[in-house]
């Protein structure tokens, strides 16, 4: 019974660590890579969208993408290529976003409550170039839209956007379709953006997707091993 039993804990454990890329993941790779190489101007447009519904592989992909570029620990402060800040749940105001950035590059010090705006997002491009930051991800960007009214919290987008005209890297936003709401609530943030990509579900009717899926099934087939194959 033991035997068994370890046998299926690391067949599990292989699949949940196992990534298996969206059709869309070498697209938002290359979209990523372009902007970090780019780097930002004044003119250069300075965030990419990856939208589609939950699981489908938005954040697995940047994760993904984000471990070619490792955290290099050292003093006075580390380096970090790429940073990744993940939103939560509950109202989320341009305080609540700047903690989270901050949170992403480990700052060991909460900035005092009575910073404001201005102050915040300088505190946030100090560590941006402290850590020679080259590109950083905001998921759960659809958070910014309110689930009663479906309102876009503009001051916090607006927040976002000082963010991204001062920031010497681009920004990943990741989210689900609402966050295309939130980019476009105005004109100068839409304007940032350089593409929006979309992890579609997979579709039975098209053959590409038929095609995809069964690669998925096959993979997770293989990862079954030394259990008895499923055919899936």
């Known amino acids: 019974m033991t035997d068994l039993q370890e046998i299926i804990d690391d067949t599990v454990g292989r699949i949940r660590t196992t990534y298996i890329p969206h059709m869309q993941a070498d697209l938002a790779?290359?979209?990523f890579n372009k902007l970090r190489r780019r780097g930002t101007t004044p003119t250069s447009a300075l965030a990419v969208v990856v939208y589609g519904e939950a699981g489908v592989g938005k954040s697995?992909?940047?994760l993904s993408w984000m471990r070619e570029f490792p955290v290099k620990r050292g003093t006075p402060c580390d380096v970090r290529p790429v940073a990744y800040a993940r939103l939560t749940g509950g109202r989320c105001t341009y305080r609540s976003v700047a903690m989270e950035l901050?949170?992403?590059f480990e700052d060991p010090?909460?900035?005092p409550s009575r910073m404001n705006t201005r102050e915040?997002?300088?505190l946030v491009i100090t560590r941006i170039r402290e850590q020679k930051t080259e590109f950083i991800f905001l998921d759960e960007c659809e958070l910014?839209?309110?689930p009663e009214n479906h309102r876009v919290n503009h001051e916090t987008a607006q927040w976002i956007k000082s963010v991204l005209n001062d920031s010497p890297c681009p920004f990943g936003f990741l989210g689900t379709p609402p966050v295309l709401d939130v980019v476009s609530s105005t004109d100068s943030l839409e304007r940032r953006i350089d593409d929006?990509?979309?992890f579609s579900s997979y579709d039975w009717?098209?053959?590409d997707h038929r095609n995809e899926f069964r690669s998925v099934l096959a993979t997770f087939d293989t990862l079954l091993a030394p259990l008895e194959p499923a055919g899936l």
């Open 29 to 31: 790779k290359e979209e």
């Open 60 to 62: 697995a992909t940047a």
């Open 102 to 104: 901050l949170n992403a």
């Open 109 to 111: 010090v909460p900035p």
């Open 120 to 122: 915040l997002i300088n």
């Open 144 to 146: 910014l839209v309110s």
């Open 196 to 198: 929006k990509i979309e």
């Open 205 to 207: 009717l098209k053959r």
